[in-house]
T-cell receptor, first 114, second 115 residues
Framework: GNSVTQMEGPVTLSEEAFLTINCTYTATGYPSLFWYVQYPGEGLQLLLKATKADDKGSNKGFEATYRKETTSFHLEKGSVQVSDSAVYFC?????????????FGGGTRLMVKP | DGGITQSPKYLFRKEGQNVTLSCEQNLNHDAMYWYRQDPGQGLRLIYYSQIVNDFQKGDIAEGYSVSREKKESFPLTVTSAQKNPTAFYLC??????????????FGEGSRLTVL
């Protein structure tokens, strides 16, 4: 079956540090890949997505590149802010006849200190 | 503005009681989903519905029930058979499959605590 593995947290960084959150996936076929962000006490918001190999998704200074050869979709940001503190989820969707159900990774908590 | 509304945001329940969590969307989406999130963990799919009057079990459907009588609404009932119901519940919806890249739109969540 499909699965998503992301690095365990928490990840603690100082403001303006470089961020990488690793995400790898297992899927039969070619999934769409997503990063969602969850702020404390809230639902999930789509951060960025990529639908085919070598696509780069980007939003709010975050970016991730769909790497088919390494089955990865690592999230990066060059300079984090305190307001980026949240839980980040990597996910995939196969868009098959079963619908658009997402398979989520376990989430990575990011804490940014001033 | 269009979106997904979950209510209540916080709910307390005594053991042995059934509770129903509401989820309403005005995005004209066909498919709706319920996920459960436990502290420090990812999301697990409880039930999903791709069309009105039809729904399917997800990975952890035991102890839960749903209905889909209207396109806009997908309520989740947590029954007394659910052995560990304390969790954060998230409702989501998605556009029709054709031309869709698979994105889900989430509500703000409902936190259920069993006393």
């Amino acid at each position: 079956g499909n699965s998503v593995t992301q690095m365990e947290g928490p990840v603690t960084l100082s403001e303006e540090a470089f961020l990488t959150i690793n995400c790898t996936y297992t899927a039969t076929g070619y999934p769409s890949l997503f990063w969602y962000v969850q702020y404390p006490g809230e639902g999930l918001q789509l951060l960025l997505k990529a639908t085919k190999a070598d696509d780069k998704g980007s939003n709010k200074g975050f970016e991730a590149t769909y790497r088919k050869e390494t089955t990865s979709f690592h999230l990066e940001k060059g300079s984090v802010q305190v307001s980026d503190s949240a839980v980040y989820f990597c996910a995939l969707s196969m868009n098959n006849n079963a619908g658009n159900m997402l398979t989520f990774g376990g989430g990575t908590r990011l804490m940014v200190k001033p | 503005d269009g979106g997904i509304t979950q209510s209540p945001k916080y709910l307390f329940r005594k053991e042995g009681q059934n509770v129903t969590l509401s989820c309403e969307q005005n995005l004209n989406h066909d498919a709706m989903y319920w996920y459960r999130q436990d502290p420090g963990q990812g999301l697990r799919l409880i039930y999903y519905s791709q069309i009105v009057n039809d729904f399917q079990k997800g990975d952890i459907a035991e102890g839960y029930s749903v209905s889909r009588e209207k396109k806009e609404s997908f309520p989740l009932t947590v029954t007394s058979a659910q052995k560990n119901p304390t969790a954060f519940y998230l409702c989501a919806s998605s556009k029709p499959r054709t031309g869709n890249t698979g994105e889900l739109f989430f509500g703000e969540g409902s936190r259920l605590t069993v006393l």
